[in-house]
């Protein structure tokens, strides 16, 4: 079926060194992604998104990329710091018949080791 | 400002009960959405609401129903409590469709 998966369950980073979170998608319909980090207890919270017309964009510390010939979506964090440790989600917001649902893969556990 | 907020934070239930959860959206947004989220997985979509209106619904049973108001706040409603409805129910709102959904912290469902 049609899903948003991640491929490492759990990453762990030395403080100070860059993070990749990668993510796969199947639905190649999907026309925007959007990156949550959930810590415990609380609800996803939005980290940047990026539409299909794009292939790069970047915020504050992080930057995601598209390549949709594969259908593989990443997230970059710069110099790592303990409070990004948390669950990373990728989502995927479909298109269909004017619903916007998202649909999250499992997630990655990034750990920073201080 | 203020951000997304549900209630109750934590509730337990027993099988066969009833159950509503609410959610209040961030003031200009249009979208609500309901999520299920269970231990160790990413959130599922229920519902979402756009004016009032159900805009989508996911993979769950009719034991699950949502309305939302004309102030844009929006209740979920679960009928016949199992045990496998015990999860975290995430809300999250957005201005319309095509921006970003920004969560609440969610309600702690416990079915005993």
């Known amino acids: 079926g049609e899903s948003v998966g991640l491929h490492l369950p759990t990453l762990s980073v030395q403080e100070g060194d860059n993070s990749i979170i990668n993510c796969a998608y199947s639905?190649?319909?999907?026309?925007?992604f959007i990156w949550y980090k959930q810590e415990s207890g609380k609800g996803p919270q939005f980290i940047i998104d990026?539409?299909?017309?794009?292939d790069k964009r970047q915020g504050q510390r992080v930057t995601v990329l598209l390549n949709k010939t594969v259908k593989h979506l990443s997230l970059q964090i710069a110099a790592t710091q303990p409070g990004d440790s948390a669950v990373y989600f990728c989502?995927?917001?479909?298109?269909?018949?004017?619903?916007?649902?998202?649909?999250f893969g499992s997630g990655t556990r990034l750990q920073v080791q201080p | 400002d203020a951000g997304v907020t549900q209630s109750p934070t934590h509730l337990i239930k027993t099988r066969g009960q009833q159950v509503t959860l609410r959610c209040s959206p961030i003031?200009?947004?249009?979208?609500v959405s309901w999520y299920q989220q269970v231990l160790g997985q990413g959130p599922q979509f229920i519902f979402q609401?756009?004016?009032?209106?159900?805009?989508g619904r996911g993979n769950f049973p009719d034991r699950f129903s949502a309305r939302q108001f004309p102030n844009y706040s929006s209740e979920l409603n679960v009928n016949a409590l199992l045990l496998g409805d015990s999860a975290l129910y995430l809300c999250?709102?957005?201005?319309?469709?095509?921006?970003?959904?920004?969560f609440g912290d969610g309600t702690r469902l416990s079915i005993l």
């Open positions: 999250a709102s957005s201005p319309s469709f095509n921006q970003p959904q920004h």
């Open positions: 639905n190649s319909a999907s026309d925007y």
């Open positions: 990026i539409r299909s017309n794009m």
């Open positions: 989502a995927e917001n479909r298109v269909d018949t004017g619903r916007r649902a998202l649909t």
């Open positions: 003031s200009g947004h249009k979208s």
């Open positions: 609401y756009y004016e009032k209106e159900e805009r």
